[in-house]
């Protein structure tokens, strides 16, 4: 069976009556190597980060080249006569020597917002755009008068290539089109002004040349099919205001370099298609001249890409469809490793652990990709540091940072989540002889402590963090503020660690055999079960703690699958005894000492999702519902209830204002997954409950199509309603794991 058709959002001019209302959906595409573009839907910038082309310098470094092309369309006043042939026309010849004919109408087709003597501006040419629409590539459609144009806008996947393709229908006397290209070349989330711009530049028949001082070893080329390229006047696109950016309480202006326009000639009565490139070159590297055809073939490529994301996941449904073209956004090639990584979100994000190991069965798995998989457990296998998965790789080529506590743990659900999807031979091979090894050295961190105080106590649970550390997924630090300590034994971190200790169980009985039983610290031959009464962490082996916490009863033993199963059980009743909240039906979010932690967090719904879990089934249930009526709010979960003095309930405002919501009543779109898994189980898949999970995903489809950067999934939304979507407005974790719920809990039971 294949699909009929393409995933395709349509919008038309009710969509964009107003530019207020225009700019609130925004769009987004990826190269596949780390660049990106983006804008609104009716091509207006609202932030810092948008534009046609940022692209990514090794080995992920992003920078804003191009950032868009401004449209205007002059109609002649008179159609002029002679030759038919474009070359020789009249008004061909008048444009190259730099006169304009008289015009009898202009149609501005820039939308754009701007700063013009302390007032807001507006350029509305909006008012033309009849329809816009997004299938993987960017499709803009305006009428003029007696001119249509196609606006198509692709990213040419595996390069730094933005491609323009433009149709033209001039049903009316003789006209031109005029292009101002603006470009830049600065860090994707900074600004620049005209003092900024430093550029080498090379004008060459239809090719121009920018070298940044900065990067003289760098190039960006813009190139067009056809056109009289003139000097533009200013020179600079001062003060573009960026409405997000005002929203979050700075001046949210920026500057752009157009030294050149554009001048293409428009026949009467003709039909016409012009091609442009913006591509980053090396400096010292020769090009060639570009046809008409060819923005329109990187399109057509664009499209067949696409196309077989849908074949190779092979799902045929609609909304997993559309997940599935989401996820793609977010999967990278890494020029450190030379794997595939994950970008976490866009447009700022790099790649983090944590957030690639939760994202990694719905955007890997889910869709087929399974060499992919592969190569994102290789790329974090490699930077394994005392146990750790990388929390980050920073931007500039730094080296990673390993600021947390849970990165390492998701790393063994991705690993068993590979294998459930592909349990033959070759994975398990791919395991044993790649990755199992790295498991076993986390585990060993873990039980004997590693940085940032994560070490395992003798009730077998995990402690992590001290003093200023930020090592859970809830990370807010300013300066010496932590917005959320969560030191001690989170909730998540101890339902990961006992998921982690029953995947290893199961892989050392695979890879290792089943002949080795610790009893009391001691190591005898045994085939049978192993009994844990009685059975301590000190007997297993315990800490030794970076924070000068005496080491006790240190094992020298090899751990096997019974020991997995004695300490695993161990932390299963340590986990039940402290972590029970009996009075509120549900679980502490962390639990420090005699103190447990008051705040009513949705961190617990992963003792209930995992593949693993130590709850009773009574217990669980009651998680869910708790969970369901407090902290879900349609396309997410409250980071906190809103009935706690420390609950904000809106994300918005500056740096600070912002911080103190972003984990206290923020809502997050990747913990929607969790939860529904939970929901699932607990109402064990009946055919009522696939139905409520239908419903509860309706605020996720509306979204899809909505406020926020179409077809995909937000960052963060508003704990307070209408529910704003907030932050990155793609995020990878949000997108993977609905898709990975759906395929897991909702579809295979429709």
């Known amino acids: 069976m294949e699909n009929k058709k393409m995933i395709n959002y349509q919008y038309e001019k009710e969509a964009f009556s107003t530019f207020k209302n225009g700019i609130r959906r925004e769009w987004a595409l990826t190269n596949g190597i780390g660049g990106y573009a983006g804008s609104s839907l009716i091509g207006a910038h609202n932030r810092t980060h948008q534009g046609y082309l940022i692209a990514s310098l090794p080995p992920i470094e992003r920078y804003l080249v191009f950032s868009k092309i401004n449209e205007s369309l002059s109609v002649f006043a008179a159609e002029s006569t002679g030759s038919s042939d ?113 550029f080498r530049t090379s004008l060459i028949d239809n090719s121009l040349c920018l070298i940044p001082e900065s990067h003289p070893d760098t190039a960006i080329l813009f190139q067009t099919s056809e056109g009289i390229f003139s000097d533009h006047t200013p020179m600079f696109d001062i003060d573009m205001q960026l409405q997000t950016e005002v929203d979050l309480e700075t001046d949210g202006l920026d500057c752009h370099y157009c030294p050149h326009e554009v001048t293409v000639f428009l026949p009467a009565k003709s039909h016409k298609q012009i091609s442009v490139l913006c591509s980053v070159i090396a400096a010292d590297e020769t090009f060639t001249d570009i046809t008409a055809d060819t923005a329109f073939d990187i399109l057509k490529e664009r499209e067949k890409y696409t196309k077989s994301l ?45 957030d690639t190991m939760i994202a990694f069965t719905g955007l890997t798995l889910c869709t087929g990709r399974r060499k992919d998989a592969e190569e994102i457990l290789l790329t974090f296998s490699k930077y394994i540091r005392h146990g750790i998965v990388p929390n980050m790789f920073p931007d500039d080529n730094a080296a990673p940072l390993y600021n947390t506590a849970d990165a390492s743990l998701w790393y063994f659900y991705a ?48 402690h992590a963090g001290s003093g200023l550390d930020q090592i859970t997924w809830m990370d807010v630090r300013v300066g010496d503020w932590v917005a959320t300590p969560r030191h001690g034994k989170p909730v998540e971190i101890n339902a990961l660690w006992y998921n982690a200790l029953k995947v290893m169980e199961e892989l050392a009985r695979r890879y290792e055999g089943d002949d080795v039983l610790v009893t009391g610290g001691s190591a005898t031959s045994s085939s049978s079960e192993v009994s844990v009464t009685g059975v301590s962490a000190t007997g297993l082996g315990s800490h030794v703690s970076v924070t000068g916490v005496s080491a006790t009863g240190l094992g020298s ?15 299963k009743a340590s986990f039940c005894r402290k972590f029970w909240w009996e009075e509120k039906g549900c679980l502490y979010d962390v639990v420090d000492g005699d103190e447990p932690d008051d705040h009513l967090r949705p961190n617990q719904i992963y003792a209930v999702s995992l593949p693993f879990t130590m709850l009773s089934k009574e217990q669980e249930a009651k998680i869910v519902a708790f969970v369901k009526k407090y902290l879900y709010i349609g396309c997410g979960l409250r980071s906190l209830t809103s009935d706690h003095a420390d609950y904000h309930g809106i994300y918005c405002g500056s740096l600070p204002k912002r ?4 984990h206290q009543g923020t809502a997050w779109g990747f913990l929607l997954g969790g939860f529904l898994s939970a929901y699932a189980k607990v109402h064990d898949h009946s055919l009522e409950c696939t139905k409520e999970l239908l419903s509860l995903l309706g605020p996720v489809r509306h979204h899809l199509t909505d406020n926020g ?29 609905t898709l990975r719920a759906y395929m897991q809990d909702v579809l295979p039971y429709m």
């Open 709 to 737: 950067c179409i077809g995909s999934i937000s960052e963060i939304f508003d704990g307070d309603a209408p529910h704003n979507p907030r932050g990155c407005y793609a995020q990878a974790w949000s997108v993977g794991e």
């Open 86 to 198: 474009e070359k020789f026309h009249p008004i061909t010849d008048t444009l190259k020597k730099g006169s304009v004919p008289a015009v009898s109408a202009v149609y501005n087709l820039e939308t754009s917002q701007h700063k013009k003597n302390g007032e807001t501006c507006y350029t509305q040419g909006q008012e033309y755009l009849v329809s816009f629409s997004y299938d993987g590539s960017v499709h803009y459609t305006y009428q003029a008068g007696d001119i249509t144009l196609k606006k198509h806008i692709c990213l040419k996947h595996g390069a730094n290539v933005c491609a323009i393709a433009y149709e033209i229908e001039n049903n009316g006397p003789d006209a031109s089109l005029t292009l101002v290209p603006l470009f830049n070349f600065r860090e994707h989330s900074a600004s620049s002004r005209p003092e900024d711009f430093h």
């Open 310 to 354: 849908y074949e190779t996941a092979g799902i045929h449904d609609d909304f997993a469809d559309r997940l599935v073209l989401a996820a793609d956004q977010f999967l990278c090639d890494r020029a450190s490793t030379g794997y595939k990584t994950v970008l976490a979100g866009l447009p700022w994000f790099t790649d983090w652990g944590r």
């Open 557 to 571: 033993h090899v751990m096997t699958s019974h020991n997995y199963a004695a300490l695993a059980e161990l932390v």
């Open 659 to 662: 911080d103190a919501a972003y």
């Open 415 to 462: 690993v068993w989540q590979y294998l459930q999807y592909y349990p033959d031979t070759a994975a398990n091979a791919f395991v044993q002889e790649n990755i199992y090894p790295h498991l076993k050295e986390i585990i060993s961190a873990y039980k004997n402590g590693t940085d940032f105080s994560i070490y395992m106590e003798e009730d077998g649970l995990i």
